[in-house]
């Protein structure tokens, strides 16, 4: 689980950016008003989102509440109606003082912290200090509070860092100090116009973030990892890279990309210098900024490697040349794999986002590796396996989903205006019609919601997994498209919430997720993970079901000529599993109760501050795909038996 989060939190960490986007207050005002207007419950801004937004702005500020005190942030904190009603009129204006003078208090803040710091006696550091202290922090009332909270952060940091290697303790600590000041150094900068850029994009992300928890203003180079988050590529060399405080090592060479193929660069090269700049002490995101760029340009590395034995090692200095070029994160794709069974095979195929780019999509990919295996091998049964997939892009969610169904609707979306249209599977023949069964965890989202939820409305698909899935029930528009990747605006990018969706039964998983058919729980299931535990998020609701495909969204004028075509060969509601369930839950149930490595399992992730080593121990034969498999087998030889009874 840690190291998935750590994973996470380095993806989301290294968005920050040194530079503030190119913004002035009458830029910001826009920008506001452009998401106002497309937001599918919010049009103008109100007193209460002012509250909301200036809640937000302090959050931005001191996310671990670490820097203020809540006497000094009374003001905010609970505004007066006065307040609030300034602040929106200076907006009107283009006025961003309440904002401004938040963030003063934050640079004093800054200077209180670091005196603070310098003042910590490491001998006089509390002991045994648990993570589960700073779960859910409230503000500390008063200075002598704060000092203590320090001082057990302090602690506990140094007590991690005694579970590391003796060598690299001193780094661990050096590199938390040297994440502070960076940021500290942001926020204080002596550039008037760079603090007015700062205090802007803050406060365009508090505005956003209080209208829903999926709106969002992104920074250019937010807007940037984000796009190679959604597609899994991007132009650079090909390297995945560490920051080891005299350099940036690396760590792994990504296959296929301009690294391997030049042969040139090694793991455990550390980079110190990118087109002769050096890059030592510099953060990592702006060291990857200047070694990314256009295609096929040259970008210089000056790098030191290690030679000779243990015992006589040396240090090289090279300058090696590598052409830039796309890089597909491929692995972060899709997974295939099969498990003999019978006189055949179990396929497991790991989907973990919907994408699409020129070369390839995740549609395309899936339908092709699903294919091969028929080609192969003796299909019986098709584990499609959603866990960690926390969406992308719809259109890649319904052509996925008509690899497993004919003809019929798979997704409608009703958007700001109430106009509810519906995205339909158009090819009438599935990849696959046999068994099928979705695996689902509390990070599946979205468009990974939208196919479990389908397959298992339309009777085509059993989902098993955790209890239910992550509840993302709303779709987004990014400002920036596909097509215009690497074309970032310098004022920064948003996505903001256009409308809910509703799978065909008219049921959005808004809030509550996709319902497992058969739970088996997870690492995730017992954490606060999904929307429900969000800020805002939109309320659920329904709309009328679809498996009867009137038409109705099309214009009158073509509905009787697509009508003609499209209704034959249209996706039935199914009840082929139902006849099996009861089975098959209490064959999982007995099987589960049985394996003791899977009950130390689940009694270690219920305690509060479970063990990661053990969870490691225990998970890592993935207990929770290994049920599943046992599943499969079960539902292909229940239908082998009495195959009349499924629907």
Same mark, same amino acid.
């Given at each position: 689980?840690h190291?998935?989060?750590?994973v996470l939190? =380095?993806l989301?960490?290294v ?5 503030p986007?190119?913004?002035n207050p009458? &830029?910001?005002?826009i920008k506001?008003e ?6 599918v419950?919010?049009q ?8 909301r937004a200036l809640?937000n ?5 001191d996310?671990?509440k670490t820097?203020f ?5 009374a ?7 006065e307040?609030?009603?300034g #602040?929106?009129?200076?907006?009107k204006?283009?006025?961003f003082t309440?904002?401004e003078?938040?963030h003063?208090?934050m ?10 710091e310098?003042d ?5 550091l ?10 859910d922090?409230a503000?500390?009332k ?5 000092k203590v909270?320090l001082?057990?952060i302090?602690?506990?940091q140094l007590d991690t860092?005694?579970?590391l290697?003796?060598e690299?303790?001193?780094q661990f600590?050096?590199? /938390?100090?040297k994440?502070?000041i960076?940021r500290?150094?942001? /926020?204080?900068?002596n550039s008037?116009?760079?603090r007015k ?6 406060v365009l992300k508090?505005?956003?973030?209080? !209208?829903d ?6 920074t250019p180079a937010e ?10 590529r ?8 560490h920051?080891? !405080?005299?350099?940036?090592k690396?760590?792994r060479?990504?296959?296929?990309g ?5 042969e040139?660069?090694?793991v455990g090269d550390?980079?110190i210098?990118?087109? &002769?700049?050096?890059v ?7 060291a990857v900024?200047l070694i990314?760029g256009?295609q096929g340009t040259?970008?210089?590395l000056?790098?030191l ?9 040396q240090?090289?200095k090279?300058?090696i040349?590598i052409?830039r070029a796309?890089?597909? !994160? ?5 997974e295939? %794999?099969y498990e003999?069974y019978g006189n055949g095979?179990i396929?497991?195929f790991? /989907?973990f986002s919907?994408y ?9 990919d899936?339908?092709e ?6 080609k192969?091998q003796n /299909?019986?049964g ?8 926390a969406?992308?892009?719809l259109p890649q969610a319904v %052509? ?7 003809k019929?609707?798979?997704?409608s979306?009703?958007d700001?205006?109430?106009?509810v249209q519906h995205l ?9 019609t046999?068994?099928l069964?979705?695996?689902?965890n509390?990070?599946?989202?979205s468009a990974a919601e939208?196919?479990?939820q389908?397959l298992?409305?339309y ?6 997994g ?7 029930g709303t ?12 074309k ?7 996505k903001?919430t256009r409308?809910?969706?509703y799978?065909v039964?008219?049921? %959005?998983p808004q809030?509550t997720?996709?319902k497992a058919?058969?739970?088996i729980p997870?690492i995730f299931?017992?954490?606060d993970i999904?929307?429900?535990?969000s800020?805002?998020?939109l309320?659920?609701d329904e709309?009328s079901a679809? =498996?009867?495909d ?7 004028i073509h509905?009787?000529?697509i ?6 060969n249209m996706q ?5 599993y139902q006849?099996?369930?009861s #089975?098959?839950?209490?064959n999982?149930?007995e099987?589960?109760e ?7 399992f689940l ?5 509060? &501050?479970?063990s990661?080593?053990v969870?490691?121990?225990y998970?890592?034969?993935d207990?929770?795909?290994d049920? #599943?498999?046992n599943?499969m087998?079960?539902?292909i030889?229940?239908?082998e038996?009495?195959?009349a009874k499924s629907?």
């Open positions: 689980m190291k998935i989060l750590l939190f =380095f989301f960490s968005c920050e950016a040194k530079a986007p190119q913004l009458h &830029d910001a005002c506001i452009e998401i106002l207007k497309a937001h419950s919010y103008k801004l109100t007193p209460e989102l002012i509250d809640q702005y302090i959050e931005e500020l996310p671990t820097y005190v809540e006497t000094e942030l003001p905010w904190l609970k505004p007066s109606p307040l609030l009603a #602040t929106l009129q200076r907006y204006d283009e006025d309440t904002f003078e938040l003063e208090v640079v004093a803040a800054i200077a209180r912290r670091n005196l603070l310098k910590m006696d490491p001998a006089l509390p002991k045994n200090v648990q993570t589960s202290e700073f779960k922090l503000w500390s008063n200075q002598e509070e704060l909270r001082e057990r302090r602690a506990l860092a005694e579970k290697k003796s690299t303790r001193p600590l050096k590199r /938390l100090t994440r502070r960076n500290e150094e942001e /926020l204080i900068t008037p116009k760079e850029q700062l205090i802007l994009a803050y508090a505005i956003s973030s209080s !209208l928890s999926q709106t969002v203003y992104f807007a940037n990892q984000f796009m190679i988050q959604v597609q899994q991007l132009f650079g060399i090909g390297a995945q890279l920051d080891d !405080l005299s350099g940036f690396i760590l060479i990504i296959e296929g301009p690294a391997m193929i030049s040139k660069l090694k550390r980079i210098a990118v087109d &002769d700049e050096p030592v002490g510099m953060d990592i995101v702006e900024e990314r256009q040259i970008v210089k000056t790098i490697r290690e030679t000779g034995s243990d015992e006589n090692k240090e090289e090279l300058e040349e052409v796309e890089v597909v !994160l491929k692995e972060t794709r899709l295939k %794999s003999p095979v396929g497991h790991h /989907l919907f699409q780019d020129p070369n390839s999509s995740s549609a395309g899936l339908k590796a699903i294919l091969e295996m028929k192969k /299909l019986k098709i584990v499609l396996d959603l866990r960690n997939n969406g992308g892009l %052509s996925v989903t008509g690899l497993f169904i004919s019929g609707v798979v997704v979306v009703k700001n205006t109430g106009v339909r599977n158009i090819e009438g023949q599935p990849v696959w046999g068994p069964i979705v695996l689902t509390r990070t599946s989202a939208i196919v479990a389908t298992q409305d009777g085509r698909a059993l989902v098993v955790d209890p239910h899935t992550y509840g993302k779709f987004q528009t990014f400002t920036l498209e596909s097509a215009n990747y690497g970032v605006n310098p004022k920064g990018e948003f903001v409308g809910r969706y799978t039964s008219g049921k %959005s809030l997720g996709v058919d058969i739970a997870g299931s017992a954490l999904g929307e429900e535990f800020k805002f998020p309320e659920n709309i679809t =498996f009867e009137d038409l109705s969204d099309i214009p009158a509905r009787n000529q009508m003609r075509v499209y209704k034959v039935t509601r199914l009840d082929t006849p099996y369930l #089975t098959l839950r209490s999982c149930t099987r589960l049985l394996n003791q490595s899977y009950q130390t009694k270690e992730i219920a305690k509060q &501050d479970f990661s080593d969870v490691d121990y998970n890592q034969n207990l929770q795909l049920e #599943t498999m599943i087998k079960d539902l030889l229940l239908m038996i009495s195959p629907g």
